[in-house]
């Protein structure tokens, strides 16, 4: 798979990563990748909170406005 943003621009560049928001692929320089905290209450432990990560393309970074 080739990254998206590459490819109209006429480059192939090999993808590393899926955005989230519209599926396609990007490359490590078309890639915003953000990191979020993910709450969890488990039964029996006290709550904590996990790192997550996601990958999305610059448009739909842009459209989140992150
Ligand atoms: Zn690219
Ligand atoms: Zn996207």
Known sequence: M???DCHSQGVAS???GVC???GAAVC???ARVTTYQ???RPLLAPPS???ARSV???PCAAADGR
């Open 2 to 4: 080739h990254c998206l």
């Open 49 to 51: 909170e996990t790192p």
């Open 38 to 40: 993910v709450h969890r």
């Open 20 to 22: 989230r928001g519209c």
């Open 56 to 58: 999305r393309c610059f």
């Open 14 to 16: 090999p993808a590393l």
């Open 28 to 30: 490590a320089n078309h």
